[in-house]
């Protein structure tokens, strides 16, 4: 994992290292310093700000908050987003109980998961559609998983969901939202988390690998019921 990071951050060079602080004031991780706000100029904060707003799904200040920590290309991952997530969105997220924030971790057994990250972030910092490319990456994950050309489907799959696709294709060849991947995965991997979905309610690991709907409504059922009890008087 370090090791694919670091090569990336390489590749990437100045760039990236300040898009990764332009990254966490898009995320709301407090400020950063003034020199890293220059990447302002060439209006890379303004789509970092996008994609990294994108990922969030739910209502802001929502008593229990859930980041899930995935990589597109792991079959778990697929299975959870598949099966279970749609679930959880009708009951959870879309009546604004829960808020949910997908954050990645391209593990190092997987050549693509990276490619599918910033495909689905450019979705989200062209046209603020993370979530429909988040799904499309999902559903097609057999297609896409150990091709030699995956930006060729990633490509297709955007004009399939309407994005423009000049921006699209210039956000993923410049490698623009690369600073929220690599902030991502150095902070998971940073704090021991090693094996995806991962999942932290309200900043405390709740689960890791595939739980049904029963199983979270159990563990979202007991946050809400906790955030409820500190409220009162």
Same mark, same amino acid.
């Given at each position: 994992?370090?090791?694919?990071?670091?090569?990336?951050?390489?590749?990437?060079?100045?760039?990236?290292?300040?898009?990764?602080?332009?990254?966490?004031? +898009?995320?709301?991780?407090? !400020? /950063?310093? *003034? $020199? &890293?706000? #220059?990447?302002?100029?060439? %209006?890379?904060?303004?789509?970092?700000?996008?994609?990294?707003?994108?990922?969030?799904?739910?209502?802001?200040?929502?008593?229990?908050?859930?980041?899930?920590?995935?990589?597109?290309?792991?079959?778990?991952?697929?299975?959870?987003?598949?099966?279970?997530?749609?679930?959880?969105?009708?009951?959870?997220?879309?009546?604004?109980?829960?808020?949910?924030?997908?954050?990645?971790?391209?593990?190092?057994?997987? +050549?693509?998961?990276?490619? !599918? /990250?910033? *495909? $689905? &972030?450019? #979705?989200?910092?062209?046209? %603020?559609?993370?979530?429909?490319?988040?799904?499309?990456?999902?559903?097609?994950?057999?297609?896409?998983?150990?091709?030699?050309?995956?930006?060729?489907?990633?490509?297709?799959?955007?004009?399939?969901?309407?994005?423009?696709?000049?921006?699209?294709?210039?956000?993923?060849?410049?490698?623009?939202?690369?600073?929220?991947?690599?902030?991502?995965?150095?902070?998971?991997?940073?704090?021991?988390?090693?094996?995806?979905?991962?999942?932290?309610?309200?900043?405390?690991?709740?689960?890791?690998?595939?739980?049904?709907?029963?199983?979270?409504?159990?563990?979202?059922?007991?946050?809400?019921?906790?955030?409820?009890?500190?409220?009162?008087?």
């Amino acid at each position: 994992m370090r090791e694919r990071i670091g090569g990336r951050i390489g590749r990437l060079g100045r760039r990236a290292r300040i898009g990764v602080g332009v990254a966490l004031l +898009a995320l709301g991780a407090g !400020a /950063a310093p *003034a $020199a &890293l706000r #220059a990447q302002e100029a060439d %209006g890379g904060r303004a789509l970092l700000q996008r994609a990294a707003a994108s990922r969030v799904q739910g209502p802001k200040g929502a008593a229990v908050v859930v980041y899930e920590v995935g990589d597109f290309e792991c079959p778990y991952c697929g299975r959870f987003a598949v099966d279970v997530f749609p679930k959880l969105d009708s009951a959870y997220v879309k009546t604004g109980k829960v808020q949910w924030v997908f954050m990645n971790l391209p593990l190092t057994m997987h +050549a693509n998961a990276f490619p !599918a /990250a910033e *495909a $689905a &972030l450019c #979705a989200g910092g062209v046209a %603020g559609r993370f979530w429909a490319m988040h799904d499309r990456l999902y559903a097609g994950q057999a297609e896409w998983s150990g091709s030699a050309a995956p930006g060729k489907i990633f490509a297709r799959y955007a004009k399939e969901l309407g994005l423009p696709e000049a921006a699209f294709e210039e956000c993923v060849r410049e490698d623009r939202v690369a600073p929220i991947i690599l902030q991502d995965a150095l902070y998971f991997s940073g704090a021991g988390v090693s094996g995806t979905p991962s999942f932290f309610v309200n900043n405390s690991l709740a689960a890791v690998g595939v739980k049904g709907y029963d199983e979270w409504k159990q563990i979202l059922d007991k946050a809400l019921q906790e955030a409820a009890a500190k409220k009162k008087p």
